[in-house]
């Protein structure tokens, strides 16, 4: 089992920047594979930035060159950098680990203005 804990969304104007954590605990020698996905209203939840299983980072489209992922290297806090906010980056941003089962967090709500 693994737990995850996010935290650090707000409300920012366009152009903004935040920084959002996941705390993660458990079986944390068995993640896989770490990243962030959001959900804004009335959409299916999307991919945004990922690490994968051999340590390699990946990105959506809409968020490449704006967005960093990290983590430290027990795994134990996962971070998502945003820079340079949009109102469409306006979501609930969910942390999710796997490895070997597939673990959500609670989210955290980002609201960017215009």
């Known amino acids: 089992q693994v737990q995850l804990v996010e935290s650090g969304g707000g409300l920012v104007q366009a152009g903004g920047s935040l920084r959002l954590s996941c705390a993660v605990s458990g079986s944390i020698i068995s993640i896989n594979v770490m990243g962030w996905y959001r959900q804004a209203p009335g959409k299916q939840r999307e991919w945004v930035a990922s690490f994968g299983s051999a340590g390699s980072t990946h990105y959506a489209d809409s968020v490449k060159g704006r967005f960093t992922i990290s983590r430290d290297n027990a795994k134990t806090m996962l971070y998502l950098q945003m820079n340079s906010l949009k109102p469409e980056d306006t979501a609930v941003y969910y942390c999710?680990?796997?490895?070997?089962?597939?673990?959500w967090g609670q989210g955290t709500q980002v609201t960017v203005s215009s």
């Open positions: 999710n680990v796997v490895g070997p089962g597939n673990y």
